[in-house]
Nanobody
């Protein structure tokens, strides 16, 4: 089992920044590819960003490309999502997720591919 705990959400004005963190415990963190997803009220959970086990490969949804950056610190068992130039449409609950991966360079973008999920952290962007 892998336990994931997100933090760093909050209320921010449009154009501002937030950094989300996701702390992992329970298994060897570097064996897992990680992802961030968001879910707005009444909508499906959707992909935001993903990072490979090694951190060497990242991938982003078009809606956040150039504004958000995913990174990880395997020594601290933590994955981050730096969010800049926030927009009101970024308002959602943000979840981190983990998937055991044999490949050091692969990433995953589908919710069904992930084995473990955090409880989510609310991000609200006011316009």
């Amino acid at each position: 089992q892998v336990q994931l705990v997100e933090s760093g959400g909050g209320l921010v004005q449009a154009g501002g920044s937030l950094r989300l963190s996701c702390a992992a415990s329970g298994r060897t963190f570097s064996n897992y590819a990680m992802g961030w997803f968001l879910q707005a009220p009444g909508k499906e959970r959707e992909f935001v960003a993903a990072i490979s086990r090694s951190g060497g490969t990242t991938y982003y949804a078009d809606s956040v490309k150039g504004r958000f950056t995913i990174s990880r610190d395997n020594a601290k068992n933590t994955v981050y999502l730096q969010m800049n130039s926030l927009k009101s449409e970024d308002t959602a609950v943000y979840f981190c997720a983990a998937k055991g991966s044999i490949s050091g360079s692969y990433y995953y973008t589908e919710t069904v591919q992930y084995n473990y999920w955090g409880q989510g952290t609310q991000v609200t962007v006011s316009s």
